[in-house]
């Protein structure tokens, strides 16, 4: 079940971070793989500094931190 919760988690933020960021849809669905992987980039930053999220919205939160810091690096130094 955490698997699941974890990607669930990182949908809603790639989404999120893609709104944030104002890109368009066209790549979407590389902003979701992203934010899959942002919200672990997340929650390993949170853990690291002492944050940790109880509930989905919390999660959510650090996700979409994550998420916008892995898509802003992949946008400026990955993508060509």
């Known amino acids: 079940m955490g698997i699941?919760?974890?990607?669930?988690?990182?949908?809603?933020?790639?989404?999120?971070?893609?709104?944030i960021l104002g890109k368009d849809s066209s790549n979407?669905?590389?902003?979701?793989?992203?934010?899959?992987?942002?919200?672990?980039?997340?929650?390993?930053?949170?853990?690291?500094?002492?944050?940790?999220a109880s509930n989905i919205i919390g999660s959510c939160v650090i996700g979409v931190i994550g998420a916008v810091l892995v898509i802003w690096v992949y946008n400026k130094y990955i993508k060509k």
């Open 28 to 52: 979407l669905v590389m902003n979701l793989v992203l934010g899959v992987i942002g919200s672990f980039v997340g929650s390993l930053l949170g853990g690291l500094i002492g944050i940790h």
């Open 4 to 19: 699941i919760y974890a990607v669930i988690v990182g949908l809603i933020s790639g989404w999120g971070a893609n709104s």
